[in-house]
Nanobody, 122 residues
Framework: VQLQASGGGLVQAGGSLRLPCVHS????????VGWFRQVPGKEREFVAA????????DYTDSVKGRFTISRDNAKSTVYLQMNSLKPEGTAVYYC????????????????WGQGTLVTVSS
């Protein structure tokens, strides 16, 4: 399994970004995908996750109502749509894959993308 995250950049507070995570390798339909973020000196933080078929999603409280995770299995891609961005959302965002069942714990994920930097200016 290989994951390629992209779409990061500089955005003003209140703005939007969409981060795609493209998967290759193992059958995409067998993996759950999570998005995490990390700032220097802090632990990697759970942001959102989606099940294999996209039927169930999970979000950390701080992004509920602003972020949406979705997947297009035909394109082997998971998206993180981020709206109403806040300066505290500045971080490197990572997508991760886990066989079968998702989790909020980064240590339970088997595969990681390289990360994409999101900077939100005030």
């Amino acid at each position: 399994v290989q994951l390629q995250a992209s779409g990061g950049g500089l955005v003003q507070a209140g703005g939007s970004l969409r981060l795609p995570c493209v998967h290759s390798g193992r059958a995409f339909g067998s993996i759950a995908v999570g998005w995490f973020r990390q700032v220097p000196g802090k632990e990697r933080e759970f942001v959102a996750a989606i099940t294999r078929n996209g039927g169930t999603t999970d979000y950390t409280d701080s992004v509920k109502g602003r972020f949406t995770i979705s997947r297009d299995n035909a394109k082997s891609t998971v998206y993180l749509q981020m709206n109403s961005l806040k300066p505290e959302g500045t971080a490197v965002y990572y997508c991760a894959a886990k066989i079968w069942i998702g989790s909020r714990l980064p240590g339970q994920y088997d595969y990681w993308g390289q990360g994409t930097l999101v900077t939100v200016s005030s």
